[in-house]
């Protein structure tokens, strides 16, 4: 229950274009978006806030869906803004985020353009599914 995430809030349509810059594998659509939280963490407080900023993303996701918004994960930790610098890095100096915290992802909100159908049974991927070991398929 350490809890070390953190967020920032933008909904500032000039820091929405430049975070949506962030990256060198484009997240255009967040210059876009009314609103984008980035997900942070203090990364001595804990040694798996990666895993604790991953879950409250995807709550974060979760609820947005459940009030009838669209969302949309940025994966920032781990990418390149450019060949000399991490979009962390990019982030961190855009935002004025301490040098001791994590910037893991941003999720952009907002209403969404398209209704996407559901994936049809068939297509999902039961043969990644096992029972009591590995070698034993869930059918």
């Not at 947005?64 to 994960?73: K, M, V």
């Amino acid at each position: 229950n350490i809890c070390p995430w953190e967020f920032i809030v933008v909904d500032d349509k000039e820091l929405l274009k430049k975070l949506s810059q962030a990256k060198e594998h484009s997240a255009s659509f967040l210059a876009g978006a009314p609103l984008g939280i980035v997900v942070i963490a203090d990364q001595n407080k804990s040694d798996v806030w990666v895993e604790d900023c991953s879950i409250v993303s995807i709550i974060i996701q979760l609820m947005a869906e459940s009030l009838g918004l669209g969302s949309c994960w940025i994966q920032i930790r781990n990418r390149m803004y450019s060949s000399a610098k991490t979009a962390e890095e990019y982030i961190r100096e855009l935002l004025n985020i301490p040098a001791n915290y994590g910037v893991e992802s941003i999720i952009a909100l907002g209403y969404p353009d398209e209704k996407k159908e559901p994936h049809r049974e068939e297509d999902l991927q039961f043969n990644k599914v096992y029972l009591n070991g590995y070698n034993f398929p869930y059918k």
